[in-house]
């Protein structure tokens, strides 16, 4: 894991791409601001995580299912 510190105001670059800049910093809360192509997507970890979860009882629901069920 790569750790830098930033002011507020200032910015990382991603990739070319991905502008990731330190909007404002009061007591141990950051505001972030986030730059980044249309094809990309952002979420905030626990939202990943809930995805994440459900993708993999989804696939373990399929995989449990009869053979011939599987294919519709």
């Known amino acids: 894991m790569l750790y830098l510190s930033r ?23 950051v505001r972030l601001g986030f730059r980044f192509p249309p094809d990309c997507s952002v979420l905030r970890e626990e939202g990943y995580l809930q995805v994440r979860e459900g993708n993999e009882a ?15």
């Open 7 to 29: 002011r507020a105001g200032e910015a990382v670059i991603i990739n070319n791409s991905i502008e990731l800049r330190v909007i404002e910093v009061r007591g141990r809360t």
């Open 58 to 72: 989804a696939a373990r629901s399929a995989a449990a299912l009869p053979r011939e069920r599987q294919q519709g």
